[in-house]
């Protein structure tokens, strides 16, 4: 059983940034690929990046490309997004999650692909 618990969220303004963390146990990172997915209320959860086990893949989602980051460190189990220059948009409860599955680049944008999902933590950027 692998256990997600997702950390950082807060309260920003427009162009600032926050570091969210999801720290695993129950099983290595090692052997998952790992993501982050994002909801606001009353809307699906959609993608917003993906980094492959061996932490040379990784993927965005085009809103969030080239001011997100996705990274993992093996020694924490820990997985990262460093998101800079953060918009009003940006505004959601953000979710980690990991799979034992391998898939195609598309693949790994799919929530059903994930198996595991930490419980969220609320990102909220002012206007």
């Known amino acids: 059983q692998v256990q997600l618990v997702e950390s950082g969220g807060g309260l920003v303004q427009a162009g600032d940034s926050l570091k969210l963390s999801c720290a695993a146990s129950g099983r290595t990172i090692s052997n998952l690929a790992m993501a982050w997915f994002r909801q606001t209320a009353g809307k699906e959860r959609e993608f917003v990046a993906a980094i492959t086990r061996n932490a040379f893949g990784t993927y965005y989602a085009d809103s969030v490309k080239g001011r997100f980051t996705i990274s993992r460190d093996s020694a924490k189990n820990t997985v990262y997004l460093q998101m800079n220059s953060l918009k009003r948009e940006d505004t959601a409860v953000y979710y980690c999650?990991?799979?034992?599955?391998?898939?195609?680049?598309?693949?790994?944008?799919?929530?059903?692909?994930?198996?595991?999902w930490g419980q969220g933590t609320q990102v909220t950027v002012s206007s």
């Open positions: 999650a990991a799979t034992t599955s391998y898939s195609t680049t598309d693949g790994y944008r799919r929530q059903n692909l994930y198996e595991y």
